[in-house]
């Protein structure tokens, strides 16, 4: 008799569960690298066009912004799928977002800036919008250091969200930091400002029906 028949039902469920939640991490692992390839590869090649720092930055900058979207779309799609693996998923959407955003901000301070500290911080002072993403990735900093298991126990589950939904203020940052760069908003800023806008207003509105009801369930 094999092993598989003799596992008692739950213990069969739980393991394709976990089976399910693995192939799901290697799907969204493999996909969130797609990108940093393509980049490698058009490094590689020559083909990042006439000025490939702004093409690098432009390119991981709105890869932060995507990922911090995902990051922030998590929730509101489980409840609106019931698709539980969504959860486990999060945190590595998350750290792609804060990866992204570290490559970002390491394209201006290492290839823009050539690692010229003094004249990177003038700079920042000068414009502003620097300054707005700078603010964006130190939020984002201690997120990623207490995403793990261990750090989440340290921190306490309560106050673990509470500092996560920091998440909220990096994503408003990063919109404003872009919005400053632009001299005239164009589609891709009111595309991501209006996404960003949309999710947070659903978790308001979702924590105020949880506050609404919550006095009401008991008889
Ligand atoms: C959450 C954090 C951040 C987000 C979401 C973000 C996002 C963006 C986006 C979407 C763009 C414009 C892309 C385009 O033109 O299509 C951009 C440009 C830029 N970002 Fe960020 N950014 C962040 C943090 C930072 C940081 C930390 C720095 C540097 C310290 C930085 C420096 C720049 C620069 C220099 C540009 C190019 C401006 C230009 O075109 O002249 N950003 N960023």
């Given amino acids: 008799m094999s092993a598989v028949a003799t596992r008692?039902?739950?213990?069969?469920?739980?393991?394709?569960?976990?089976?399910?939640?693995?192939?799901?991490?290697i799907v969204f692992f493999t996909n969130g690298l797609v990108p940093l390839i393509f980049l490698i590869s058009d490094w590689y090649q020559g083909a990042l066009g006439a000025n490939p720092i702004d093409y690098v930055t432009r390119a991981t900058g709105t890869l932060a912004l995507l990922f911090l979207a995902l990051t922030l779309a998590?929730?509101?799609?489980?409840?609106?799928?019931?698709?539980?693996t969504l959860n486990k998923l999060?945190?590595?959407?998350?750290?792609?977002?804060?990866?992204?955003?570290?490559?970002?901000?390491?394209?201006?301070?290492?290839?823009?800036?050539?690692?010229?500290?003094?004249?990177?911080?003038?700079?920042?002072?000068?414009?502003?919008?620097?300054?707005?993403?700078?603010?964006?990735?130190?939020?984002m900093l201690p997120l990623a250091i207490t995403s793990t298991n261990g750090m989440i126990k340290r921190v306490g589950g309560k106050r673990w969200k509470w500092l996560h939904r920091l998440t909220y203020v990096a994503a408003g940052l990063g919109v404003l930091h872009f919005y400053m760069l632009l001299k005239v908003p164009t589609r891709k800023l009111w595309n991501y400002g209006l996404l960003i806008g949309a999710l947070l207003?659903?978790?308001?509105?979702?924590?105020?029906?949880?506050?609404?009801?919550?006095?009401?369930?008991?008889?």
């Avoid at 069969?12 to 939640?21: E, F, I, L």
């Avoid at 998590?74 to 539980?84: A, D, N």
């Avoid at 823009?112 to 939020?139: M, N, P, S, Y």
Wanted: glycine share 8%; net charge positive; hydrophobic share 50%.
């Fill in 74 to 84: 998590v929730t509101p799609l489980r409840m609106l799928t019931g698709w539980g």
């Fill in 90 to 139: 999060r945190r590595m959407v998350g750290l792609y977002a804060f990866f992204y955003t570290t490559l970002h901000l390491l394209t201006y301070l290492w290839w823009d800036q050539e690692l010229a500290f003094g004249a990177a911080v003038t700079d920042v002072l000068k414009r502003k919008f620097i300054a707005v993403g700078l603010a964006a990735w130190l939020i």
């Fill in 201 to 219: 207003a659903v978790r308001i509105a979702v924590w105020a029906f949880k506050q609404a009801t919550r006095g009401k369930k008991t008889p």
């Fill in 8 to 25: 008692p039902r739950g213990a069969r469920k739980a393991s394709s569960a976990s089976d399910d939640t693995r192939y799901w991490k």
